[in-house]
């Protein structure tokens, strides 16, 4: 090196300093390259850290919110039901009526004495009561809406079904009963009422038409 600085003079001298200078600005560049590509990769992995940090607990939050959603579904429902009586939109004059005409047929079918002289066998076959049933069907489907009236026609339905598999007359008293408190309460008429509704009864007796389906059937309603 010596030599060459006799050789070229001060022009060597700076030849070399500038040589070292690009070898420093090199190795400096290197190595701030090497502290980008590290601060950027930890960045990156914390970023990524993050992201399946609110991906699960937005999954969380989700899950939260159906439950939430059902709770909230549940509730509404339970006070649909603890509401006695109400009707499908525009249909309350009708089911009224509906009301009123079946509690006269099954008056007439099991009043005064006469349930004890059914014939079963010729009376589920018999017009007036696929009529019946046909009325049945409608406060159920389309007259009442959910409330506890509405499960009172379910448990008529269910009591229908009991009397056409065993032909027992107990399930027609239970049907008459229901319909007769309904139909007073209701439709605001005078008489003496049973108890065995779940919109206006007492718990005792409708447990005892609850009893009797326990017993003799699995109830179901119309489909």
Not at 62 to 87: C, G, R
Not at 88 to 117: F, P, R
Request: proline letters at 0%; charged letters at 30%; glycine letters at 6%.
């Amino acid at each position: 090196m010596v030599e060459f600085i006799k050789k070229h003079g001060i022009w060597g001298l700076c030849f070399l300093g500038f040589c070292a200078f690009i070898a420093l600005m090199t190795f400096n560049s290197d190595q701030d390259q090497d502290a980008i590509a590290e601060e950027t990769e930890n960045e990156m992995a914390e970023e990524s850290g993050n992201s399946e940090e609110d991906k699960d607990m937005s999954a969380e939050e989700q899950e939260q919110s159906a439950k939430e959603e059902l709770l909230s579904e549940k509730e509404d429902s339970q006070a649909a039901q603890a509401v006695a009586v109400d009707y499908q939109e525009g249909m309350e004059e009708k089911t009224k009526t509906t009301l009123a005409n079946v509690h006269e047929y099954l008056n007439q079918l099991t009043g005064w004495g006469q349930i004890e002289s059914i014939n079963m066998e010729l009376l589920i076959v018999g017009e007036q009561w696929k009529k019946f049933k046909d009325d049945l069907r409608f406060l159920e489907q389309q007259g009442f809406a959910p409330s506890l009236t509405h499960q009172d026609i379910v448990t008529a339905g269910e009591l229908v079904e009991a009397a056409e598999e065993s032909g027992d007359r107990e399930a027609l008293r239970f049907i008459h009963r229901i319909f007769h408190d309904l139909d007073i309460h209701i439709n605001e008429t005078d008489g003496d009422t049973w108890g065995t509704t779940e919109a206006f009864g007492s718990e005792e007796r409708v447990e005892t038409v609850h009893l009797y389906l326990i017993e003799n059937i699995e109830g179901t309603s119309f489909e």
